[in-house]
């Protein structure tokens, strides 16, 4: 077995690296900072493994574009930011819907609108969950290492094609430009999952058709395999319906299909929490900051500990209400106006309570920030 | 009566921006105010133009300017047309100014729209050839073998594989009542094509060539020696539409060798004679389909 080098990396290219590993094989994209460098490498990368980059005219053809390539069995890929991410949400929706797997990177700028392109922030957390009109399952990873960026794509695309969702890799302007030390896996080291392909005949597929795994059997559009797909609510052959009871029927499957899934799903990272009296919640970039101030305020003798939801849609619940039981107060540092925060605040309020440390002006939020809150709470 | 540099007046209403030396968007920029004056408002998506020029206490338009979302100048442009319209505001252009990839890619449905309306604004996109305030990807008006980020010429590739969308036709197709193309090298032709634009009523599109000495890879001081060579070599054109008529405003004796125009860039330098070849047969291509709109209006 070969050890890889260690190699000084970008999270954005460790995204793009992470994407091929997994097997993604089609990109389409358009330029917006913070997240260009991601089209950048797949232009070069992609074309060398047979692969495919298509730079759009636009952030919605450049989300929708993914949904065709992923129709016909590609591993898909887009990335973008701020009023890009926007621009995606109506197809994020349909591929919501039509449950088409695919993967899109929002690397974080501070909004809103046009907003700060350069500018960190962790303003999209609730846009990720809600962006699109309409009840909708989604699932949002969110990395605070550039390792991480690789290992979060892998794992992004490999349940995009499990469970058939559009998944969010949610980097921040921070992660997504900072260089680190990595050493990444060995090909053979990577789990790759592919999308189910149907059992039955061309002529026996109905392509929302589901047993109990709650997730439909995909054929790939060109392979002799004949199905319709819409945004429409549908019934299990895919064409248009406008029944109460079939419509009910999907629509409670679709919202139903990842819970069935979330121990596979829900990642999140405990750090000193064992005989925590305050919990600090921080994610991404901010979690670094948090960790820091763990580890200062442990050696002031200060009991605190860190909650870290790798996996923020769904949120890991039940995790944080076990620990939120046993501590005095809560902190959710973050960089937007508090998103998670509401999360959070819900699921302590019977057991503690709940503060925020919130700062969107570009700037991160300091050890010292989180420190001086957490004296405050104590 | 017709504008040259010796009558423009004095009046500066652009000026102390940012943009990089030899920047041709900043120099149709500075022409069009002196043309159209301080009764102007200016819309401009996110773009150089807009990045260079916004920066606070340093504002360098001397008129109100708007930067609009990337995909919205032209519909902008559209509400304050006909807000200034229902106002009786007759005496203000509203203006435009957009890159290539606001215009051709992410702006053209809102352009059409605006066209199609028929609102009375003025709309001029200032085309250095790829998305340069990204940091130079591609757009629908990067020229065949160009090198940008995201058309790579590593392994023998040619960079982009695709030639330049043809604005000035998309717009003539939509029957609008001026449209023309322009190049900062040759200022009299563009201020003379601004200041006509200015007194017709309707939407008016122009599309002018700005060479970006950042992102083609050549000398600051070279922006209008390339402008003019584009020009000289038939690979960029001078022509307007108005009342239905084509007319072309220069023409080369013989066009000059493409190859003077593309060793004096970095972009190109990894082009070879076959390229070049391939570049020669589509410009004759190009000016076949015009010289057959200039017949047609005879």
Sequence with gaps: ?378 | MAVNIRNLPDQELFYGHKACPGCGGAIVARLALKVLGERTCVVLPASCISSVTTIYPQMSFFVNSLTSSFPASAAVLSGMAAACKAQGLEDVTVMGLAGDGGTIDIGLQALSGAVERGDNFLYICYDNEAYMNTGIQRSGLTPYGAWTTTTPTNNNAVGETKFKKNLFEIMMAHRIPYCATASVAYPNDLLNKIAKAKEIKGPKVLHVQAPCPTGWGHGSEKTVEIGKLAVQTGLWYLAEYENGKVTLNYKPKEFKPVKEYFTKQRRFCHLTEEDFRVIEEHRDNEWKILENFLRKDE
């Design chain 1, 1 to 378: 077995m070969t050890v890889n080098k260690a190699r000084l990396i970008q999270g954005n290219q460790a995204c793009a690296e992470g994407a091929i590993a997994a097997g993604v094989t089609f990109f389409a994209g358009y330029p917006i900072t913070p997240s260009t460098e991601i089209a950048e490498i797949m232009s070069e990368e992609l074309p060398k493994i047979g692969g495919k980059f298509i730079q759009m005219e636009d952030e919605i053809g450049s989300m929708a574009c993914i949904l065709g390539a992923s129709l016909t069995g590609k591993k898909v890929l887009t990335a973008s930011s701020g009023p890009g991410i926007s621009l995606k949400q109506e197809a994020i929706g349909y591929a919501s819907m039509a449950e088409i797997p695919c993967v899109i990177v929002n690397v974080q700028r501070l909004g809103p609108s046009t907003g700060g392109p350069t500018s960190t922030a962790q303003g999209d957390i609730m846009q990720a969950r809600w962006g699109t009109h309409g009840d909708h399952p989604i699932i949002a990873l969110c990395p605070a290492t550039v390792k991480e960026c690789f290992d979060l794509t892998v794992k992004a695309v490999n349940f995009a094609e499990k469970f058939r969702t559009p998944v969010y890799v949610l980097l921040d302007e921070i992660i997504g430009h900072m260089r680190e030390k990595v050493i990444l896996p060995n090909k053979e080291d990577i789990e790759i999952v592919d999308r189910k392909r149907p059992s039955t005949k061309p002529g026996d597929y109905k392509p929302y058709r589901t047993d109990e795994s709650l997730i439909p059997e995909m054929a790939d559009y060109g392979t002799g395999y004949k199905w319709h797909v819409t945004g429409l609510h549908h019934d299990e052959t895919g064409f248009p319906t406008t029944k109460p009871a079939l419509v009910e029927k999907l629509m409670n499957r679709l919202m139903s299909k990842l819970d069935k899934y979330k121990e596979e799903i829900l990642l999140w990272q405990e750090e000193s929490t064992d005989d925590a009296e305050v919990l600090i919640v921080a994610y991404g970039s901010t979690a670094r900051s948090a960790l820091d101030a763990v580890e200062k305020l442990r050696e002031a003798g200060i009991k605190v500990g860190l909650f870290r939801p790798i996996t923020i849609w769904p949120f890991p619940e039940e995790a944080l209400a076990r620990l939120a039981a046993n501590v005095k107060g809560v902190i959710v540092p973050e960089m937007n106006y508090g998103q998670l925060y509401l999360e959070v605040e819900r699921i302590c309020k019977d057991k503690c309570k709940t503060s925020g440390l919130f700062k969107a002006n570009s700037e991160p939020i300091t050890p010292d920030e989180i420190i001086a809150k957490v004296r405050e709470v104590l």
